[in-house]
């Protein structure tokens, strides 16, 4: 006979549990409507600057407690704005027309132009099935393959694509939940694909993001090629420490993989003759990149990036049914609510109350804003989205940068780049979750050597900030 479980707990408990969610997103409404409706308003703060900072606050819990989605959040923050006048509603609204925000739609549609025609599993395959022929060297072309891939497609995008191919290999090899070839397998998917993801403004709409919040705020821009040259040779400087590690840990590893070799000749003859779409999807891609490197100060990456999406409908590779699923609507809605917010603080004079009152009394030396600030945001987005992060701090590390005679540019790198460097946790970066997922990869193991990577990034970021940045004429 089954025996039936009883959990006797306490009725009050199981209601709590059960309803936790809806009883935080109700107290914590009735703490907004007490805080926005109160006429005790600091001294030297505006009436809208109070009410901006009311609702900032409630962002800010929305975000980090995750209890409603982001996309949510963000509409439900435009629409306080216009209810309680912080701005004109018609300029909030208008907020959705960001260049910043048709950059990441039409980034969105070339990447899944790419995936829809078959290019990016093709590559896939062919790189895996020339070079992975040993533990050591199969880990470190999953590595590299998925940070070169994360240049041009969202770094989730990356991790998603791999990751089936992946659970095929340990498959074929049977390896089991403790094998080490295995843990650094997936180890490398979720580190390249997040590495990979920082040094483009294709790799993670947060980077775009910034760069909207930035231009909102001041009038000035980053180009395509401007990120590439600043943000590079220190994410290159974290892959080579990368590698150094991967191959030392797996060398411990002596599980033979010819049965790979044979897996992945199968997988790639079955692919077939390259297809035209394939081809289409390549000269679009490579003409994307040749005029964001090189046109994209005439041209504008946004204009760029909307011209290259239409050419996949255009030339037949795929039709709006393909596009439509792999645009992330939810995450143009998120940006579109968190410009706005950023705009709030700026107009509303609350970043310049908090900056005459708390943040100018600060001593700090440029080396200590650089590592304040690039330390918050990295252990911030071990918890919460990464673009929640560039909302929450950016504006205000943005104000605090000019209040203190630097380049606001520096404070979008100080707190953009960090916030796509989630190696701890989980809930970190939808990478680190899908190579969690695949069970070789236990919570002790991913908190010890992340926590690691995280030093080594702070570490290798200073010293390019310090040493290189001033090259580039950011401070």
């Keep these: 006979m089954k025996s039936v479980y009883i959990d006797k707990r306490p009725l009050w408990v199981l209601l709590f549990l059960e309803y936790k969610n809806a009883l935080m997103l109700l107290t914590s409404f009735i703490m907004f409507f007490v805080f926005i409706s109160s006429d005790r308003i600091p001294e030297g703060l505006s009436i809208e600057g109070y009410k901006t900072m ?18 949510i959040t963000s509409l439900g923050v435009m629409g306080l704005l216009a209810t309680y006048n912080v701005l004109e509603g018609g300029r909030i609204y208008s907020f959705f027309g ?38 050591s060297k199969l880990v470190l072309t999953i590595f590299f393959l998925g940070a070169g891939l994360a240049h041009f497609m969202p770094a989730h995008a990356v991790a998603a694509l791999l990751f089936p191919i992946l659970v095929a290999v340990a498959d074929k090899l049977k390896l089991e939940p ?53 943000t590079a040779p220190p994410v290159y400087g974290i892959m080579a420490v990368v590698t150094i590690y991967l191959k030392y840990k797996v060398k411990l590893s002596q599980k033979d993989t010819h049965l790979i070799q044979e897996l992945l000749s199968e997988d790639t003859s079955r692919l077939g003759k390259i297809k035209f779409n394939e081809i289409k999807a390549f000269v679009i891609l490579i003409l994307t990149i040749y005029m964001w490197v090189f046109q994209s100060n005439r041209f504008g990456i946004a204009n760029i990036a909307l011209i290259s999406a239409a050419l996949f409908f255009v030339l037949n590779v795929m039709g709006w049914e393909d596009a439509k699923d792999q645009i992330n609507w939810g995450a143009i809605f998120m940006y579109g609510g968190a410009i706005a917010l950023g705009r709030a603080l700026v107009d509303t004079g609350l970043l310049t109350y908090l900056s005459e009152e708390y943040l100018l009394t600060m001593n700090i030396t440029l080396a200590g804003f650089i590592i304040v600030t690039f330390v918050i945001s990295l252990f911030l987005t071990e918890g919460i989205s990464n673009a929640a992060v560039v909302v929450m701090l950016l504006p205000v590390i943005l104000e605090m940068a000019l209040r203190l005679g630097f380049d606001p ?67």
Aim: no cysteine; proline share 5%.
């Design 98 to 135: 960001n260049e910043a925000l048709f950059f990441i739609i039409g980034a969105f549609i070339i990447s899944a132009g790419i995936s829809t025609s078959g290019l990016n599993i093709r590559i896939s395959y062919f790189v895996l099935s020339k070079f992975g022929h040993s533990p």
């Design 54 to 71: 009311v609702i900032f606050i409630l962002a800010i819990f929305l975000w980090v407690t995750n209890i409603i989605p982001l996309a």
């Design 178 to 230: 403790g094998s080490i070839l295995g843990r650094y397998m997936f180890f490398a998917l979720a580190w390249g694909s997040i590495i990979g993801g920082v040094v483009t403004l294709l790799g993670g709409a947060r980077n775009a993001l910034a760069i909207g919040i930035l231009n909102e705020a001041t009038g000035l821009n980053i180009s395509f090629m401007d990120w590439f040259i600043t």
């Design 409 to 475: 540019k520096l404070a979008v790198y100080i707190v953009a780049i960090p916030a796509g460097l989630a190696f701890m946790m989980p809930m970190g970066s939808p990478p680190n979750a899908i190579a969690y997922s695949s069970g070789f990869i236990k919570p002790n193991d991913s908190m010890k050597t992340g926590f690691v990577l995280n030093m080594i990034s702070i570490g290798i970021f200073l010293l390019f900030a310090l040493f290189y940045w001033p090259l580039l004429g950011l401070y």
